[in-house]
């Protein structure tokens, strides 16, 4: 059995109000399978089958966390079950602890109005400071701890991603829509870009009824002497800030390309920014919500709001 092949999974635990299902969410959202407070007398029965030969999306990582409310805890019988674990070569185990300051555990407490699960009728601060005794021994023992004392949740959720990422199969789903501004603006629209001060095919008689997926119109446009450099602009942009959003853990981002009755620029300006976007590694879709939509004069009159035919 190689390393490869062995099933990775990855125990979470810590001090309660740590941030434990933060990164047991964000782990689910990047392709592992979770399991929170999994009873610790079960653990060896779920794992003792081996994984496949080959591994596939159907065999995900498994993360099991684990708190001090968690069924028959004892932290260290957990860890001489961890370590007979280890010994299974179809396995690859590691144990993350997530620590945190007893100030800002308190002042989590008193913000969400929670009861600490071993304060009982006490102050939060004695459930700290017991809970904390007894899981020193896991804290010692543990192959990655994360003081979450100065993280906020979203700070969290990037370090747990790029600690733990499985690769680029969970990257950001990025989809670039065409549409027309007089038929309404798109929901769910992450960044916008306005193609109205392009040429516009559809007053050319020739093109009116053709689409931004035809090469005559395509051509048409490509010929506006503003077309390059603004593709070249949009293409940087979006080259700086897709990383960012990707880093930052955003599952989706929708980006509107708008022109004014959505058939013609905001179409072929979407199809060449995803292309574009394609051959420097990321993974786009296209979208086209008005290219079924009959063209009418009356829309694009709309232009600038005066009617204006050119530009």
């Known amino acids: 059995m190689t390393a490869n092949n062995a099933k990775r999974v990855l125990l979470i635990t810590g001090l309660s109000g740590a941030g434990k299902s933060t990164a047991l969410k964000t782990l689910e959202d990047i392709g592992w399978e979770t399991i929170d407070n999994f009873p610790i007398r079960l653990v060896e029965g779920l794992l003792k089958t081996p994984p496949s030969s080959s591994r596939s999306d159907e065999d995900p990582p498994l993360a099991l966390g ?38 800002e555990l308190e002042r989590r407490y008193a913000e969400t109005r929670r009861r600490h699960p071993l304060a009982l009728d006490r102050p939060a601060k004695d459930g700290i400071a017991l809970e904390r005794n007894q899981f020193e021994p896991i804290r010692r023992w543990a192959d990655h701890v994360i003081d979450t004392s100065r993280l906020s949740a979203n700070a969290l959720q990037q370090q747990i991603r790029k600690e733990f990422a499985l690769g680029d199969s969970h990257n950001t789903t ?13 929901s769910n629209i992450d960044l916008l870009f306005d193609v109205r001060f392009l040429s516009n095919p559809f007053w050319d008689p020739e093109l009116k009824d053709l689409t931004g997926q035809d090469q005559a119109v395509a051509e048409y446009i490509r010929q506006d002497p503003a077309y390059e450099e603004a593709l070249k602009k ?43 976007l394609q051959a420097v590694g990321f993974s786009t879709s296209v979208a086209h919500r008005n290219l079924a939509s009959r063209p009418m004069e009356a829309l694009e009159s709309m232009q600038n709001g005066n009617g204006n035919k050119g530009n």
């Not at 957990?78 to 007893?102: F, M, P, V």
């Not at 700086?240 to 013609?264: D, E, M, S």
């Open 174 to 186: 990025i989809t670039l829509t065409s549409f027309g501004f007089s038929r309404g603006l798109p």
């Open 66 to 103: 684990f708190d001090s409310r968690t069924r028959g805890f004892d932290p260290n019988r957990l860890i001489e079950r961890i370590k007979r674990l280890q010994h299974n070569e179809s396995l690859l185990i590691s144990t993350l602890y997530l620590d945190c300051a007893g100030d």
């Open 234 to 276: 949009f293409q940087d942009m979006l080259e700086f800030l897709l990383p960012k959003y990707q880093a930052a853990g955003k599952a989706y981002v929708n980006i509107g390309i708008g022109c004014t009755g959505g058939r013609h620029r905001s179409v072929h300006v979407a199809e060449t920014l995803s292309k574009n």
